[in-house]
């Protein structure tokens, strides 16, 4: 039986627009030029102003008249927006152009150093050696085999396996072996290492090794290898019959080895550059904020496309073509406005979000002391700005901020409060930064376990627990007591 029912529902959907601003929010200042010019390449409705020349814009665009007619232009703008092109979806022409920017201090390219890769590295060595046929290609195969820390992880009969199946080239482990010692005496030291104490052996054996420190050194990775790394330092003084003061000597000569050779030669290419998003300065004690000149594009609507729809509305619509190029030249310059609107949109949430920021930790902000960081989630600032927690989560998780003290990630100024002693709640920021000064003032022969951390902060006033602690001491990367210890 049918049964006909009314009911009522509450939804919330996001629009398109609202999309698209989200989406941008969330875009870093580093990333936003690529963003835009992709916007650019995609829609020719919207333009960059900055490249456009608008000295003179009477005679580049002369004012009409509304009602005027178009007769004598209908040519050339046949020629220069044919409907067909736009009917038949072709690919654009480049509409970004050199994309550049208006600001000189923000849009400075950082210059990129160019340099032979790690494995380019060890081929060019492997070329100037005199070698034959096949043992040059068994050169090549396991410079192909090491990973990229320098280590050679694939067992010897892998190798072999794989010459012989790609390369028809068959080779004993010893002649396999013997390449691999050459291959081990490239640069840089300790490259083609099984393991940590092989490649630490081959950086010492390149060594002075008449240099009784040396000599020492080799002894204790090769048969203490794993007291040192756990810091058993009195047992390896009593088997090699040394003093605190020789084995310091020592552990400090293996120390400047480097346990990943082949991090080396790429080091250079996996360097990071933040670009800020907002820069504070101090005016003799009033902070001043500024949004970083990337983040307020020169963007617009494009005239010739306004004119040509004006153009294209007057003109007869009967005809099937001309109404799907109205169609298309209305859809993309709505997709320019909203895109102009969003960027607007974005530079006016960020500059609001920083702002309630600033002005919430404004004594942080003026002295840079950690220990002035007040308590601060994200729904002190929703509240502040009036807008939803997950809008300011996006702004904080991916924008940095440049300070006279240094340049720092939003998210990092937000923390959870502690309560003192005597009622007054801090912000645990504040006693990160104690524990990060207790260990640096400890005496590194006998570094303070999390249970004595734990006492020196309750004789101060923070009463938290030895699990609270490690959690804070693992979140600034400080390894337990015992790997702290020195000689």
Not at 156 to 168: C, H, K, M, P, V
Not at 244 to 255: A, G, V
Not at 353 to 373: C, H, K, P, S, V
């Amino acid at each position: 039986m049918l049964k006909q029912t009314l009911q009522q529902k509450l939804l919330q959907k996001l629009s398109p627009q609202q999309i698209q601003f989200i989406k941008l929010l969330q875009v870093p200042t580093v990333s936003l030029d690529a963003r835009i010019k992709e916007e650019l390449e995609e829609n020719p409705a919207l333009e960059d102003g900055s490249l456009t020349n608008m000295t003179d814009p009477v005679e580049e665009y002369p004012d009409r008249d509304p009602d005027e007619s178009y007769e004598g232009e209908s040519t050339e703008y046949e020629e220069e927006f044919s409907v067909d092109e736009y009917i038949q979806e072709d690919d654009y022409q480049d509409y970004s152009g050199s994309y550049g920017g208006d600001d000189d201090d923000d849009r400075k390219e950082i210059p990129i150093a160019i340099q032979d890769s790690f494995f380019e590295t060890l081929q060019n060595q492997l070329d100037l050696l005199a070698l034959s046929n096949q043992d040059y290609l068994v050169g090549q195969q396991i410079i192909g085999s090491l990973d990229d820390d320098g280590y050679l992880r694939r067992p010897t009969l892998s190798l072999i396996d794989d010459l012989a199946f790609s390369q028809n080239v068959n080779v004993s482990e010893a002649e396999v072996e013997s390449i691999l010692r050459i291959i081990q005496d490239f640069e840089p030291a300790g490259i083609g290492a099984r393991d940590l104490q092989e490649c630490l052996l081959i950086q010492l054996r390149k060594k002075d090794a008449s240099n009784p420190i040396i000599a020492q050194a080799i002894k204790v990775v090769q048969n203490f290898l794993e007291e040192f790394t756990k810091k058993h330092y009195d047992k390896i003084e009593k088997q090699l019959g040394v003093s605190s003061s020789e084995l310091k000597d020592i552990i400090n000569e293996i120390l400047k080895l480097n346990p990943k050779p082949g991090d080396s030669g790429s080091a250079a290419g996996k360097q990071l550059h933040i670009i800020p998003d907002f820069h504070i300065t101090n005016n003799d004690g009033v902070l001043h904020l500024t949004l970083n000149g990337r983040n307020a594009p020169e963007l617009r609507v494009s005239r010739s496309y306004q004119e040509m729809f004006e153009h294209y509305e007057k003109a007869e619509k009967n005809d099937k073509k001309m109404k799907e190029a109205v169609q298309f030249v209305k859809q993309k310059l709505d997709s320019a406005k909203w895109f102009i609107d969003a960027i607007k949109q974005r530079q006016q949430t960020l500059l609001k979000t920083m702002n309630a920021i600033m002005e919430y930790q404004y004594e942080y902000f003026l002295t840079g002391d950690e220990r002035l960081l007040k308590p601060m989630i994200l729904k002190d600032i929703a509240d502040r700005i009036e807008m939803d927690i997950s809008t300011v989560s996006r702004v904080a998780n991916s924008k940095y901020v440049q300070t006279e003290f240094g340049t720092f990630l939003l998210k990092s100024f937000f923390s959870e409060a502690i309560q003192t002693d005597s009622g007054e709640e801090v912000s645990n920021k504040e006693v990160k930064k104690i524990l990060e000064e207790c260990i640096a003032n400890e005496d590194k022969r006998k570094p303070l376990a999390d249970e004595k951390l734990t006492d020196i902060l309750k004789d101060k006033g923070y009463t938290i627990a030895r699990r609270t602690v490690a959690k804070y001491r693992e979140a600034m990367n400080i390894p337990v007591a015992r790997l702290r210890k020195e000689l």
